[in-house]
């Protein structure tokens, strides 16, 4: 079993900054791809970013790319989710998840979920 922890969410005003941290237990971090997905009120969960379990590629949900950056830390057993250039539309519930297989962009290629954080943006 792996126990997934999201953590950083809050309120920020547009333009602004802030980083999300993800915390994975109960097996080796190394051997974990990870993922951040998001989901705002009435809306579809969305594809943020993923990291395979190397660190070595990433991919980004168009909405994002260019402005949010994954990232891991392995001695920490954390990925960050660093977001920059902040806008109202960001506001969601940010999950973070965790596979075994491989790398993935849809909610069913993640067998491991946190229980969520919440990012607000004031416009």
């Known amino acids: 079993q792996v126990q997934v922890v999201e953590t950083g969410g809050g309120s920020v005003q547009a333009g602004g900054s802030l980083r999300l941290s993800c915390q994975a237990s109960?097996?080796?971090?190394?051997?974990?791809?990870m993922a951040w997905f998001r989901q705002d009120s009435g809306k579809e969960r969305e594809f943020v970013a993923a990291?395979?379990?190397?660190?070595?590629?990433?991919y980004y949900g168009d909405s994002v790319k260019g402005r949010f950056v994954i990232s891991r830390d392995y001695e920490k057993r954390l990925v960050y989710l660093q977001m920059n250039e902040l806008k109202p539309e960001d506001t969601a519930v940010y999950y973070c998840?965790?596979?075994?297989?491989?790398?993935?962009?849809?909610?069913?290629?993640?067998?491991?979920w946190g229980q969520g954080t919440q990012v607000t943006v004031s416009p």
């Open positions: 990291t395979s379990w190397s660190g070595q590629s990433t």
């Open positions: 109960g097996r080796s971090f190394s051997t974990l791809a």
């Open positions: 998840a965790a596979t075994l297989s491989g790398v993935g962009v849809k909610n069913y290629d993640y067998e491991y």
